[in-house]
Structures are given as C-alpha cells and as structure tokens.
C-alpha cells in the first residue's frame, strides 16, 4: 500500500485493526475473527453475509448461521473467495447471480440446510462458478430431480457429497455433467436402484453407498474405482463383469452388513486389499458342486436385464474362479457369517494376507496344513466358531513366522497340534478364553502322541505378552506352566477355585495385568508384583482389601461384587494417590465407614466407575448411596451411628417419661386438693 500522508495509514491502520480485533470487540461491526485471509463466522446470529471483512479474503467460514437466503449481492466484495462454507444455516435458496463475480470460488460447503425448497434457482447460481472443484450437498433433503437439476453442468466437480439426502434411484443422466469426480458420497439416502449412473464418470475412484436399500450390485465394472463402499445396504449379490480384461484398481471393498450368501465375485484381475463382508450370511457351496447326493442342485444363476441393450448376468454358482482375483488381499473380514469351511486352495490364493478374521461363523475344524496359510499372516481370529480341532504338522507352523495374534476363545477345543505355539516365533497375543482345555503337566507331554494332544502349553513362546485363560475351566496349574515367559497380561477370571500363587510367581517381573475375577481366591500375595497396573479381583466374596495391594504401583483396580464393608483409611490414602480406576459396586459397604469414599472422591485423578451406584446399608439394613449418605447419621466416622444411640436412648427417655408421669398421677391427688381447698375456703368478700 501506497504511503503518501497522514490519511491513509489513519485509513490503513483502520482495516489492520479490523482484520485483527476478534468478534467480541465489535459484535456491531463484525462477529468475525480473521485468521490470515481466512474468515471464522461460525456460530453467530447472522441473517446475512457479512460486508464489513477485508475484501481480499480467501476463506469465508459462516456455518450455523441464521442465512435463509443468499442474496445476489452477498458475495460481490469479495472476488478472491476461494472457499465458502454456510453448513447449518436452514439456507433455502442461492439467488441466481449470488456468485457472478466469485470466480476463484472452488469449494462449497451447503451441507444441512432446506436447499430442497429452493433449488431451482440455486442450481442457476452453482453453474455461474467456473472452477467448482468441492461441493457438500449433504443433508438437504434433496430428491433425485433437485439434485440432477443442481448438478447440471458442474464440469469441473472432483468432490461431491450427496449424503443424508432422499435419493431413491440413479440412472445415466444423474452424474453425466460431473466428467472430472473423483469422489463421490451417497451414504444414507433410501437408494433401491443404481443404473449405469457412473458410466460418465471415469475419474470416480472413492465411491461411498453405505446405508442405502440396494438390494444388488451386479455387472460391477467400474475399472478405475479405488474404493467402494456398498456396507449397510441389503446386498444380495456382488457381481463384477466377468469377460473384461482391464486390471481393476479396486484396492478397498466394503461389503459389510448386508445379506450376501455367496462370497463376492470379484473382479478377475484386481489389486484389492482390503475386503470386508462381516455381519452377511456367506458360506461355501463347493460341496454341493457334481456332488452324488444333490443330482440336480442349480449351478448357474441368470440375472436378466430389464433393459434391451445391455446384457443378461450369468454367473457361474459353484466355479473355481468364482472368486476372482484375491491375489493381494491383506485383510479378510469374514466376522458373523457362515463358513462352515473354505473350497479347496482357497487360502492359498491369497499369499499375501495378514489378517484373518472369522469371529462368529460356523467352523469345525480347522486344518493348517492343508490350508497353507502365507507366512504373513499376522492376525487369525477364530473365535466364537464351534472348533473342536486344529491340525498343523511342526513344518507348517514353521512357516506361519509372523502370526502374532491368535483368539481361539469361544470354542469347543478339545484337540491341539503338541507344542502348537512352540514354533511360532512372532506369537504375541493368545486367547484361549472359553474352551475346555488344560494345561499340559511335563508328565502328560510325554504319554500324548507326537502330533496330537489334549493339552496346551506355551513352553519357550519368549515373545508371548498376552494370554487369556478366561472360563477354561481350569483347576490346576503346574507350578512351571509359565516359567520362562515374559508375559505383561495374564487373564485367568471365571475359573473358580484355580490355585495360581505358585506358578504365576516366575511373572512378578513382567506382569502389568492380572485378572483373578470369579476365582474364589481369597488372599492373594501381590506384593512381589511390582510391574502390576491393573487388577481385576471382582466377583471373590472378599472381606478386605488384599493388604499386598498397597506397595504397588496400582493404576486400575476391579474390586466390584465382593463382601467389602469398608476400605480401611490407611488403605484408601496408600491408593487414593495411584489409582486411575477403581470399580467397586456391588459390596455391602457400611454406610458409617465410608470415609474411603470421601478420599477417592477427593483424590481427583481417581475415576470411580459407577460412582452413583455404589450403595451401603445403614444399622436398619436400610441401602443408601453412598454418594448421597450424610454422616450426619453416625456419630463419628467410622464409629457408631447416631442412630444406634437414638434407639439406645429413646427406649429408656420414654421409660423416664413414663414413670415420672404415673408418679405424678399417683401424687397427684393431694396436690389437686391443697389448690382446691386453697382457693375455695377462701372466705368470700360478699
Ligand atoms: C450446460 O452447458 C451447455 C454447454 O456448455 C449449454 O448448452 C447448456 O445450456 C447448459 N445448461 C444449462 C442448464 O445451463
Ligand atoms: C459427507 O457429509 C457427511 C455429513 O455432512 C459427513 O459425515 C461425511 O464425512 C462427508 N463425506 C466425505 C467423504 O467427506
Ligand atoms: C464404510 O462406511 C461405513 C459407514 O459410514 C463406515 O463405518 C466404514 O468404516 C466404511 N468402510 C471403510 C472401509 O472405510
Ligand atoms: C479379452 O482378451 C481376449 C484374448 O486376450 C480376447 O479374445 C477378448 O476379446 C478380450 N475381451 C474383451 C472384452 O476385450
Ligand atoms: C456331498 O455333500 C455332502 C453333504 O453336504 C458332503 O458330506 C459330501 O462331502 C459331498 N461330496 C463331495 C464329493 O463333495
Ligand atoms: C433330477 O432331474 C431329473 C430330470 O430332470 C429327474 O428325472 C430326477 O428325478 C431329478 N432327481 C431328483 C433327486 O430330484
Ligand atoms: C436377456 O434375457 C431375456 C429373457 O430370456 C431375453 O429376452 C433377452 O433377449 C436377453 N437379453 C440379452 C441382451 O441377452
Ligand atoms: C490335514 O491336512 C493334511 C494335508 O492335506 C492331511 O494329510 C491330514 O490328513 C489332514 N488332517 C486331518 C485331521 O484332516
Ligand atoms: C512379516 O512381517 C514383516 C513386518 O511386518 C514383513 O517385513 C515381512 O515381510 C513379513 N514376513 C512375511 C513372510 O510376509
Ligand atoms: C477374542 O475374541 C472374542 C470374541 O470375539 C473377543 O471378545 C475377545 O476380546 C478377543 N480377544 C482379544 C484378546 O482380543
Ligand atoms: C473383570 O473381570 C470380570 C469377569 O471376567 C469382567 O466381567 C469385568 O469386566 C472385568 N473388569 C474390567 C474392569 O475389565
């Protein structure tokens, strides 16, 4: 800026002392603040665009404003606005010559407004921006005409979202205009029906259907998109095009939450990584293919096309290409579904998947040397299955170098390869929590035979932190179950009446979490313990507190449904200044002894979980909670109630009372008479 005399730096100082005083200053002049040559309007009451900011802004920020209508003038001293945000503003209608002179405009946020009610004219207003690059319609309660009319000519769109609108059904003239889109979000609107809609658009590379009513998605061919997010719909069948030779750039699949039967058919050439179908009813037909026993089961299914000119879907039930390509899957999320078991050489297709997950399906058996796990496996999750066997020979368990993670919980394990986790040099997290096993004592190891064995052990696993033994309805532990381990987690809860000081006693160095819950311990040495953050002892019927709690570094303790009456004061103010958590519902807490309470409640760095539940009885057997029990009723803290002395007192006060007033009674009579003679023998002076 020019400086010629004294004016205009008065002028000049003016506008910097505008851009640089915030809102509160001047609520008449601007409710803006200015960063840079952005400007933050958020929040305010504001019916229209401000006129007072710098004419040179960048950034215009008005979302949960009041502006009903975009006036043409609104935006005519601002010419460099590149980026206009007006979210949750009830915004109606865009008037049509509103951005004639916003030029450089590129990104638009109207997301949450009414722009159903005038989108007519705004739809005049969008196609005056050259350059629009980023449009959010979302939530606007728009329909399948309103958004074709507002997306009319928008050539240079890359970004649009469209979700929470009230799209039904898409065709070819949807997106026609929308050349240049690259990502495209139609999460929750009520879609039942996508025809041909992307075919103009073949830059789209993130696709977003998630929470619509699609009930298919077949003659899948959309080469160049990257990710597709079809979860929460009612997907029956994903069908990709199957003669076409193109690579697919397909790399993320989310077919979550729908209602396929059969595993998807996937492109035949793909880089897909990452596949998701949990929570849809997939298994595998294989055994019903040329099988003697169902002669006459279909093999192919044809979906036929309503329209003349495109072509009819066969697909081919039981192939062994059905598959597609699944060459660079990573992650395989097979969570709640139905496998019963995978078609031959199914696993090995995919050399290089790390995650496995099939929590919540129907296998039985599960046989590592016939599948032929890739030796990046990382993480295998069988749980809730109904397992009653695993098969692995040393050789194949040799090969799984980087399997880590391993849940096994909530099966029917009975059999187990000897010396399963042995091999496995990567082994870091095991969980065997509901399986009926036990733990193999050095004198059953030698009857069991060399491949198979009734028992586990863990024997040399250095790299193993984390074992979960939870509800395996285990007894006995041998006093050398884990020496030589280096375990952080032990979780031992729901085995009641397990005996463990002894062997986890070769842990004190290393263990940061012990669960003993619904163990019936009751008196546990955890003095050796010194790595010790968390402590899960619920469910014991404890009396006290293990008083070899106190010397260690406690972060968390889980002492809920126990017999505890109080927590003696020494003991609250050894932890009250370590703990993070505590959890201690559920105990018959004497309501006079609750000073423990006030500690851990003043001790702000304590978080008492369920604080307004912890209850305690008074002397009557009356429940209260503690947190709003006044000790007014008790004599002094952790003494006797008050109460205790009112019912000791009342009792012998009411036996003083009502001796004196028989005595009295008794008395009586000769006083009354003396009053009577007193006043009635007086001589009267008549
Ligand atoms: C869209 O653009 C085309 C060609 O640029 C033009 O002929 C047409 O009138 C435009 N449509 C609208 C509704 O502006
Ligand atoms: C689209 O808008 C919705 C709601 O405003 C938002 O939750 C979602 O993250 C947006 N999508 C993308 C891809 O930015
Ligand atoms: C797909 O969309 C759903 C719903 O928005 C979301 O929860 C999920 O994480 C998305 N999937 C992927 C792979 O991003
Ligand atoms: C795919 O390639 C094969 C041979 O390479 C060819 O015969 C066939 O016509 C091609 N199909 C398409 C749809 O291009
Ligand atoms: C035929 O089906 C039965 C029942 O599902 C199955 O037990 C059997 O293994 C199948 N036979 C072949 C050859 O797959
Ligand atoms: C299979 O189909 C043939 C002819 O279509 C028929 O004769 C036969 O009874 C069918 N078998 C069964 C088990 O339905
Ligand atoms: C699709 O199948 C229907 C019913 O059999 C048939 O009339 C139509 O010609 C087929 N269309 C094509 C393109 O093959
Ligand atoms: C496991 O698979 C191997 C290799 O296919 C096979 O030799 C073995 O018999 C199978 N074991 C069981 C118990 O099915
Ligand atoms: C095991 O994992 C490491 C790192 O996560 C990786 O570099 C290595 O290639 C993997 N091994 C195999 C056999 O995939
Ligand atoms: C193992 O799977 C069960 C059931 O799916 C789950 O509750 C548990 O948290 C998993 N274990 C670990 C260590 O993540
Ligand atoms: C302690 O163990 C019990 C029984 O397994 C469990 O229900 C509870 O959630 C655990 N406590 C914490 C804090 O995780």
């Not at 009396?543 to 968390?556: E, F, Q, R, V």
């Amino acid at each position: 800026m020019p400086i010629h005399a004294f004016t205009p730096i008065f002028l000049c100082l003016l506008s910097m002392w505008r851009i640089l005083t915030p809102a509160s200053c001047h609520p008449h002049l601007s409710p803006c603040q200015m960063i840079q040559k952005t400007a933050v309007c958020n929040d305010g009451k504001l019916r229209s665009v401000p006129s007072v900011l710098p004419d040179d802004i960048e950034e215009l920020q008005l979302n949960s404003n009041h502006i009903q209508t975009l006036k043409s003038d609104s935006l005519l001293y601002y010419p460099s606005l590149k980026t206009l945000n007006l979210a949750c503003n009830g915004l109606e209608t865009i008037e049509a010559n509103t951005f004639q002179e916003s030029k450089l405009l590129q990104r638009l946020t109207l997301a949450n407004n009414n722009l159903h009610i005038g989108f007519h004219e705004s739809s005049q207003a969008l196609r005056q921006i050259p350059g629009l690059k980023a449009l959010d319609l979302s939530e606007n309660k728009l329909e399948d005409e309103m958004a074709a009319a507002l997306l009319q000519n928008l050539t240079s769109l890359e970004y649009l979202n469209l979700s929470g609108n009230l799209l039904q059904r898409l065709d070819e003239t949807s997106f026609s205009d929308l050349h240049q889109l690259k990502e495209l979000d139609l999460q929750r609107n009520i879609m039942f029906e996508i025809d041909g809609a992307f075919d103009s658009n073949p830059k789209l590379q993130r696709l977003n259907l998630a929470f619509n009513y699609l009930p298919c998605l077949r003659d899948f061919h959309m080469t160049q998109l990257v990710v597709l997010n079809a979860s929460y719909n009612s997907i029956e069948w994903f069908i990709s095009r199957q003669e076409l030779n193109d690579t697919f750039q397909l790399q993320t699949l989310d077919l979550s939450h729908n209602r396929l039967l059969f595993f998807p058919f996937l492109p035949d050439r793909s880089h897909l990584q990452y596949l998701y179908l949990s929570h849809n009813r997939v298994s595998f037909y294989e055994h019903l293919a040329n099988n003697a026993t169902f002669p006459n089961v279909t093999s192919t299914v044809v979906f036929y096309n309503m329209k003349k000119y495109a072509p009819n879907v066969t697909a081919q039930l039981w192939d062994e290409s059905l598959h597609g390509d699944i060459s660079s899957l990573e992650i395989l999320d097979l969570k709640g579904n139905q496998v019963k078991y995978f078609p031959q050489g199914f696993i090995q297709k995919m050399p290089v998947l790390s995650r496995l997950r099939l929590c919540t399906n129907c296998l039985e058996t599960l046989n590592l040397t016939s599948e032929k796990f890739s030796g990046s496996l990382y993480e295998l999750d069988i749980s809730n299955n109904r397992l009653n066997q695993i098969v692995a020979d040393e050789e194949t368990l040799a090969t799984l170098g980087n399997l880590t993670y391993l849940n096994l919980s909530l099966n029917d394990l009975q059999v187990f390869p000897s010396g399963l986790f042995s091999p496995l040099p990567s082994l870091r997290s095991v969980d065997l929590s509901y399986n009926s096993i036990d733990i193999c004592f050095s004198e059953d190891d030698k009857s069991s035979t060399d491949t198979a064995s009734a028992c586990v052990d863990w024997k040399d696993v250095v790299s193993l932190r984390q074992l979960y033994l939870k509800g395996c309805n285990i007894k006995r532990i041998p006093n050398s179950a884990f020496t030589g381990l280096s375990l952080t987690h032990l979780e031992l809860s729901d085995n009641p009446g397990i005996k463990v000081q002894h062997s986890i006693q070769s842990l004190s160095r290393t263990l940061q979490y012990l669960g003993l819950a619904n163990t019936q311990i009751q008196d546990f040495d955890f003095s050796d313990f010194h790595s010790l953050k968390s402590v899960n002892i619920s469910r014991n019927s404890l009396y006290h507190l293990p008083h070899s709690l106190l010397n260690i570094d406690l972060k968390s303790l889980d002492l809920r449904d126990n017999k505890l009456s109080t927590i003696l004061s020494s003991h609250a103010d050894a932890l009250a200044p370590k703990l993070q958590t505590l959890l201690v519902t559920g105990n018959p807490f004497n309501c006079c002894q609750t000073e423990w309470f006030r500690t851990f409640e003043a001790a702000k760095t304590v978080n008492i979980v369920g604080k307004s539940d912890i209850e305690c009885q008074d002397l009557l057997q009356t429940t209260h909670r503690v947190e709003h029990f006044h000790s007014f009723w008790c004599l002094e803290e952790g003494g006797e109630s008050l109460l205790w002395y009112i019912l000791l007192f009342v009792p012998i006060g009411l036996f003083f009372v009502g001796f004196s007033i028989v005595a009295l009674l008794t008395i009586e009579p000769q006083l009354l008479q003396k009053s009577i003679k007193k006043k009635c023998l007086k001589p009267t002076s008549y």
